[in-house]
């Protein structure tokens, strides 16, 4: 198993610009949601999603979207990247909702200019 | 929502020591409390976690405390070895329906040889 996997590694941007951070992972895991981490912040959640069709907002969803068509993809959406939104963006599984452990991707870091 | 708060950012001791890592929470509501631990330029991993109905989880030289009433939790890490260094976060998160985490800010463990 490749578990979660994230593409692109590294990413620059300009103000405005729009992209997609890939999220997969190939543990038919039921729950996926995206972070970002911050220096001094921690992790803060992004979206989060139970299953295929089924998305919710997390802590700091505003200008991001996520969309879940499939088990195994959890792509995030940056609709006109700011300076704010530079950031390491991580991906996380787990088998469900009530099945806490989490796994997680090995990070994209984004630098908005 | 949630509020996590987490002691020391840093934390310096002698290898073979002992290193403590507290968080504080906010919502009564949480019951799931994780620790992550995260080396640098990689991605947080999962080291032990602890549930409302249980005082004290223990797995080899690390230890989990959790006081709901006081509504904190504390990791502990008995004979510190080098590579225990890296940052920890501690997390909560409600164990009914989708989970949620909520981080703490995280500490920066340096376990001086």
């Known amino acids: 198993n490749a578990g979660v996997t994230q593409t692109p590694k590294f990413q620059v941007l300009k103000t405005g610009q729009s992209m997609t951070l890939q999220c997969a992972q190939d543990?038919?895991?039921?729950?996926m949601s995206w972070y970002r981490q911050d220096p001094g912040m921690g992790l803060r959640l992004i979206h989060y999603?139970?299953?295929?069709?089924?998305?919710d907002q997390g802590e700091v969803p505003n200008g991001y979207n996520v969309s879940r068509s499939t088990t195994e993809d959890f792509p995030l959406r940056l609709l006109s990247a700011a300076p704010s939104q530079t950031s390491v963006y991580f991906c996380a599984s787990s088998y469900s909702e009530s099945r806490e452990t989490q796994y997680f991707g090995p990070g994209t870091r984004l630098l908005v200019l | 929502g949630e509020n996590v708060e987490q002691h020391p950012s840093t934390l310096s001791v002698q290898e073979g020591d002992s290193a403590v890592i507290k968080c504080t929470y906010s919502d009564s509501a949480s019951n799931y409390f994780p620790w992550y631990k995260q080396e640098l330029g990689k991605r947080p991993q999962l080291i032990i976690d602890i549930r409302s109905n249980v005082g004290e989880k223990k797995d080899q030289r690390i230890a989990v405390t959790l006081n709901k009433t006081a509504k904190h939790f504390s990791l502990h890490i008995t004979e510190t070895q080098p590579e225990d260094s890296a940052v920890y976060f501690c997390a909560a998160s409600p164990i009914q329906g989708a989970q949620k985490l909520v981080f703490g800010q995280g500490t920066r463990l340096t376990i001086n040889p």
């Open positions: 999603s139970v299953g295929a069709g089924i998305t």
């Open positions: 543990m038919n895991h039921e729950y």
